[in-house]
């Protein structure tokens, strides 16, 4: 009904996809690989310079099994079962790397509440050379702003506090948490006095609107 070639870019969020039966996203990625058709479509897509896209959750997960077809994406990791075997869903902290991603220009350095809500977040990579090479868009961070693997600042046990990467050209970003879904001031487990209706999170998604154009 719809081709990806109608579109600038997309945004694909949690939901659970598959009951969490086939890996969250994993499920949802084979679709597309599966299906010559999808492939091919999804391919050309991220293939072409004006695209862009964001990966959320479970479209973290399956963004990252499509790490293959999207240019600069090799060196994502995996996202597998959190260290606590059980799902976790609460406000974290998070703090804003340096990056070239489009979604996060100018917040580099930002630390703020942010929701998660996922059983299988836990950063994997095959390689120590894959680990090196990973371009870091977000980390959690303690309540001293330092990137931890501590439970429960960190909810699933990724090294280096690792939670959201994204690729050379900045176009394409996949992360675990929500900030979709803290993207009003009311939403956030605390903020600054006189912080206004939008919360800082807000900022992602009018910075890919001035992507655009």
């Not at 079962?81 to 990056?99: C, I």
């Not at 059983?119 to 390689?127: H, L, M, Q, T």
Request: with cysteine; hydrophobic share 40%.
């Amino acid at each position: 009904r719809a081709t990806l070639a109608d579109f600038k870019g997309f945004v694909a969020c949690g939901g659970f996809s598959y009951g969490d039966v086939l890996g969250a996203g994993g499920g949802w990625a084979k679709t597309i690989l599966h299906n010559p058709g999808l492939a091919e479509m999804f391919a050309t897509f991220f293939g072409r310079g004006d695209a862009f896209a964001l990966g959320v959750c479970n479209g973290c997960q399956m963004m990252s099994h499509l790490r293959m077809m999207i240019p600069g994406a090799r060196h994502w990791p995996r996202f597998e079962r959190n260290a606590s075997e059980q799902f976790e869903g609460r406000l974290v902290q998070v703090e804003v790397a340096d990056s070239p991603s489009l979604f996060f220009a100018g917040m580099a350095g930002s630390r703020a509440p942010i929701a998660n809500a996922h059983g299988e977040g836990r950063v994997v990579f095959d390689s120590a050379e894959q680990r090196a090479a990973a371009l870091v868009a977000m980390r959690y961070v303690d309540s001293h702003g330092r990137a931890t693997e501590a439970y429960p600042w960190n909810p699933n046990g990724s090294p280096d506090g690792v939670t959201g990467v994204t690729t050379p050209d900045g176009r394409f970003t996949i992360l675990m948490p929500h900030p979709e879904r803290v993207f009003r001031t009311v939403q956030m487990s605390w903020q600054p006095p006189g912080l206004g209706e939008d919360s800082p999170w807000m900022r992602m998604f009018r910075n890919a609107r001035r992507w655009v154009g």
